[in-house]
Nanobody
Framework: QVQLVESGGGLVQAGGSLRLSCTAS????????AAWIRQAPGKEREFVAA???????????EYEDSVKSRFTISRDNAKNTLYLQMNSREPEDTAVYYC??????????????WGQGTQVTVSS
């Protein structure tokens, strides 16, 4: 059984930094594309970043334009953990952040496995 468990969410002031983690069990992150997706109150889910793209699942990364210069996605294969380093946080980054794995149909928002989400709140 595959489980993805996020941690690291919380309250941060605008301009601050936060790192989210997602640890997998029953699943190997290096085998498939993994991603962070977020959903703000009253809004649709939004793609944030992905890693492990392409046929060889290398450490290629992809970012939503609004976070490209501020967020960094990475993974530690030995720990089977996915990370999202978020710098220069803005109030608009407030959302529930989900870890997701195994992209389907080439769709940035469609994954086989999902974590339960972790709340991130950025105060102005």
């Amino acid at each position: 059984q595959v489980q993805l468990v996020e941690s690291g969410g919380g309250l941060v002031q605008a301009g601050g930094s936060l790192r989210l983690s997602c640890t997998a069990s029953g699943y190997t992150f290096s085998s498939y594309t993994a991603a962070w997706i977020r959903q703000a109150p009253g809004k649709e889910r939004e793609f944030v970043a992905a890693i492990g793209l392409g046929p060889w699942r290398r450490s290629n990364t992809e970012y939503e334009d609004s976070v490209k210069s501020r967020f960094t996605i990475s993974r530690d294969n030995a720990k089977n953990t996915l990370y999202l380093q978020m710098n220069s946080r803005e109030p608009e980054d407030t959302a529930v952040y989900y870890c997701a794995a195994q992209r389907r149909n080439g769709n940035r928002l469609d994954y086989t496995y999902w974590g339960q989400g972790t709340q991130v709140t950025v105060s102005s």
